[in-house]
Each structure stands twice: as C-alpha cells, then as structure tokens.
C-alpha cells in the first residue's frame, strides 16, 4: 500500500501527528496538503517532546521527503521560527520541500481573522486567529500571494500592486491600518530569499516519487468535521482536510490515492465553536479533559469533550471512504463511565446522520449504547491480545458500527505505546 492517507474523522486533535510520526518511519515522502499553521501535533520519542505546526511529521528522519503541498496557506515566518526550533533541539539534517504554488498568510490576513471574529461577537467561529480563513478567501476570489511570487521581485510588485488598493480598503472598513506596499514588498522579498532553497513544483516532485513507487504518507491536519465542504459550516476551518482532496491540493491524479487511514480518539474533543451533541458539561467531562491534556497545541484553548459520537465518524467514512481506524488515547478511559453515541434522534425521528443546518443539529439527541468500564492498566500494553476484555468490548463496538477495522490503538503519548493490528506501510 504505497500511497496512504492520514486523516481526522472527528473534529480535529485526534492524535494525527503520533500516527503519521509513527508510519513515518516507514514512509520515504511525508505530505500536509491543506491548512497552515492553525493545525498543532505534539509528537514524543526519545524522551524529547517536539511540536510542529507546519513542518511535516517525517521531518525527524533525515531520509524523508518533507513537503508542504500547494493547497496549503504558509505563514512564512512562522514555517522560519519551527525550523528555528527544531534545529535547536538538534535536528539539523532535514528534507524540506515547499511548493512554489502554495499561498502565503500575509500580515494583513492575521488583522482580518481577528477583526471579523469581533465583529461577529456572540457568532464568532472561534478561529485560530492566524490568518487561515482570509488568506483562502483571498486565493478564491484571486487576490492571493504565492510562495513563488517571494522570489521574484517584480512579481510580487505586480501582486502588491493588484491587490494591496483592494486589501487596504477592506482593512479600513474594518477601521484597521492600511500596509505600505514598499513594507509588504521588502518582507516578502526576506522572506522569499530565506525559503528559496526549499521551494519547487512539488507535483513534479510527488509524481515522480509516484512513478518509483514510493511510500508516501499524506498527512490531512483538522478533521473532517471541520471540512468546508462537509463539516458543520460555518463552524469549519477554510479547507478540506479529506483524503478526497488530497489530489487536488497536492497536484497529484485521484488515482493515485490508495488507501485511507481514519484517525480518532476514543471519545470526542473539539475547540471552537458550534454544535457538539455528546459534549459533556460535568465532571466526567472534566476528568477526561485533565487525563487527556486536552488543551489546544496551537491556542492553549480547553478543548470541549464528549462520548465518542460515531456517527461522526460514519459521516467522515462516507464523505471520504475511510479503509480502516486508529484508536487514538484509549487510555484515558480506563476506569471511566463508557457511552457510545450510535445514532440520534430528531424531532422525534431516529437519524444515522449530520443535518446540514445548524438549527437542526442543535437539535439532535444522542442515542447510547452503555459499557462496561475496565480498570487495568492498559498503557503497557503492547499487544490487542493483552488488552482487557471490557476494553476489547469497547473497541469490537466501535467495529461493529461502523464497519471498519481498526488497525492501530494509542494507549500512550510515546512512540511504543502504539498496538499495531495491521500494519499499513
Ligand atoms: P481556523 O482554521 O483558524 O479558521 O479555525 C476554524 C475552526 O477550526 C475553529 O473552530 C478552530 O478551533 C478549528 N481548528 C482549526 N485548526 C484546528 C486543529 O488543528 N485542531 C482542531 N481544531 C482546529
């Protein structure tokens, strides 16, 4: 299986970058084709504790092809500081590879984020704050900068001159201060000499990659119930972080996606606003958030936590054809009260599916099947065989209704608390 994408099945922070550093290994090229720096992985080994944003997980191996794919928006200063960081902590020896068609966050873009989630007050989306909405926004409606035009100082001028007038006007009604084209024009053009090195056609790069045979790893960040074409919009990111658009936002034909890895955790978390029918506002909900550390890697942000709600994770199969699941922090359940949401009930009427409206998906009540808890110590364990039977229960359930296998179970943050049932590289 050659060619494997990683992606979130709920909403976000499912755990993705533990996977993806863990089949890194194994792969030759590792690729984040969507989102930017709003996205956080915590990734442990050796003891060491690193935490990317935008660099790619397999960046640990020197081996490794690492490429930030054109349907990304790079905050370029930011991508500087995370090389900074990791050198630090004595990784010098990197393949990094950025394409040259990839859209640039400009400082304008971070202004935006802020100004607009003020202005929709109570409504807010509850965004990052780095810019990742308004630069998408600027690439649809053609007002984008991209990685190749920083090196270039007469087409970033060009780019400067068609866009900032319009930029500028929008920052004012905003009551924001306008940019100095000769400021934005000097900043890109530092930033385009300091990246230069690193950028290429990466679709050139990942299709001759395809043609050798390569192991390639597509690392999705979010989730799929974050996707803005099939997440709870508005509450969604600005890009689709499915294997379905793998293709489109690495430059590469469909058919050469092979299979698809559905990362989730054994409950539910989400930061952010919006609609979250398994949440739990009591101390169950707390004890799972102190457990699972769950406080946001990019924003600090408490993150909400519920049941696990499978019918999110059936949403995000048949939006984007999951193969198989990993299990991510099945340990923090241990010991706790266990529910599964199987289907909901609105108005009356048992549903398997996410309405479209919000208003109705405010609506919904989760339906539960119960389980039995387990006790044990479950984060040494190294083999399914050797996991206790109420947590096996657990887990045959979250087979049963979904239809998938489970090929991996995250019973800890490190590398070798992984059980791996298949392996898909
Ligand atoms: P944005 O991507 O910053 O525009 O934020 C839009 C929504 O997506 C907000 O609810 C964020 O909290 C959420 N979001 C963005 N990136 C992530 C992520 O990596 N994990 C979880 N939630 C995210």
Partial sequence: MPRLVLQGSQWGDEGKGKITDYLAQKADVVVRFQGGNNAGHTIVFDNHK????????????????????????????????EIQTIKEQGITSFQLYISSRAHVIMPYHLDLDGASESLLGDNKIGTTKKGIGPCYTDKYARFGIRIADLLEKDALKARLEAILPIKNKELESYGLKPYDLEYLLNL???????????????????????????????????????????????????????????????????????????????????????????????SLGDAIREKGHEYGTVTHRPRRVGYLDLVVINHAKRVSGIDYLAIMLLDVLTGLDLKICYAYELDGKV???????????????????????????ISKVTCYQDLPDNCKAYLKKIEELTSLKISMISVGPSRENTIVIEDLL
């Avoid at 081996?63 to 500087?80: F, T």
């Avoid at 208003?359 to 389980?371: D, G, N």
């Fill in 50 to 81: 690193y935490a990317l944003k935008l660099l790619p997980s397999g960046i640990f191996s020197k081996h490794i092809k690492n490429v930030l794919a054109q349907g990304m928006v790079i905050n370029v200063e930011a991508l500087l500081n």
């Fill in 188 to 282: 890109g053009l530092s930033w385009g000499d300091k990246i230069r090195d690193h950028v290429t056609d990466t679709s050139i790069l990942l299709t001759e990659e395809i043609k050798k045979d390569s192991k390639i790893l597509f690392e999705g960040a979010q989730g799929a119930m974050l996707c803005i074409e099939n997440g709870t919009y508005p509450y969604v990111t600005s890009s689709s972080p499915l294997a379905a658009s793998v293709s489109i936002n690495s430059g590469i034909a469909p058919k050469y996606v092979d299979k698809v890895l559905g990362i989730m955790k054994a409950y539910t978390t989400r930061v952010g606003e919006g609609p979250f029918p398994t949440e739990l506002n009591n």
């Fill in 351 to 377: 549903i398997d599916y996410i309405p479209a409206t919000l208003t109705e998906y405010q609506r919904v009540k989760p339906l539960y099947v119960s389980l039995p808890s387990w006790n044990e110590d």
